[in-house]
């Protein structure tokens, strides 16, 4: 199984939206993704972040098949329709995969 990991700081304002109403609509749209994509066995988004070093404002984790599954996940036309407006929103990206 392989582990997906992805922080996100997000501009003030973005498509006329405040950070926070963004954080909000990028966790809504990606959660919509589970049992939507073959080999993504889990996806959880959170916008209410406790304590990063360094700060971010969005957290993914997702869990994967194997790196097939992850590379199908990642092209997928309903997760490339939610990076389309994350990369509108979005600052700063930091995000890791690993074995579990």
Not at 4 to 17: C, D, F, Q, S, Y
Not at 30 to 36: A, K, V
Not at 54 to 62: G, R
Not at 88 to 94: E, I, L, P, Q
Request: aromatic share 4%; with cysteine.
């Amino acid at each position: 199984m392989i582990r997906h990991i992805v922080m996100w700081t997000l501009k003030e304002e973005a498509e006329g939206a405040s950070a926070q109403e963004n954080g909000a609509k990028m966790k809504e749209m990606l959660e919509l993704l589970n049992g939507r994509i073959e080999g993504l066995q889990h996806i959880e988004v959170s916008n209410d972040i406790v304590a990063a070093e360094p700060e971010c404002h969005i957290v993914l984790c997702s869990e994967h098949d194997d790196v097939d599954a992850l590379n199908h996940y990642q092209g997928h036309p309903e997760h490339q329709a939610c990076v389309a407006f994350v990369k509108k929103v979005a600052a700063g990206r930091k995000a890791l995969d690993y074995v579990v």
